[in-house]
Nanobody, 127 residues
Framework: QLHLVESGGGSVQPGGSLTLSCAAG????????IAWFRQAPGKAREGISC????????DYSDSVKGRFSISRDNYKNTVYLQMNRLQPEDTAVYYC????????????????????WGQGTQVTVSS
């Protein structure tokens, strides 16, 4: 059983919306900060949102602020990323990651600093 499983990716036209899910298999998401990352072909991985454990505070990259929203459903043990007004530059593989710490340093944390990663889900935005 995987620790984190992303789903909800797909193809959408510009201006459309998608909701990604990040389901935890072996731990309770309410004990972890959960972040979403994405990686487009030939580009570095980009942190786009983080939901902090305890405080529930959220943070977003400038590239998605105002368009994307992160939330958590503790009953379903799942974190969501609602993505609105999608643009072709949002095309990427989207990953979620979990860490016992807060989101204070999430943008500077390396891959190995996170406790768990998912396998990714593809999002393609094109007309």
């Amino acid at each position: 059983q995987l620790h984190l499983v992303e789903s909800g990716g797909g193809s959408v036209q510009p201006g459309g919306s998608l909701t990604l899910s990040c389901a935890a298999g072996k731990f309770n998401v309410d004990y972890y900060s959960i972040a979403w990352f994405r990686q487009a072909p030939g580009k570095a991985r980009e942190g786009i949102s983080c939901l902090s454990v305890n405080s529930g505070s959220t943070d977003y990259s400038d590239s998605v602020k105002g368009r994307f929203s992160i939330s958590r459903d503790n009953y379903k043990n799942t974190v969501y990323l609602q993505m609105n007004r999608l643009q072709p530059e949002d095309t990427a593989v989207y990953y979620c990651a979990a860490d016992l710490g807060s989101c204070i340093t999430w943008k500077t944390m390396s891959y190995g600093d996170w406790d768990f990663w998912g396998q990714g889900t593809q999002v393609t935005v094109s007309s």
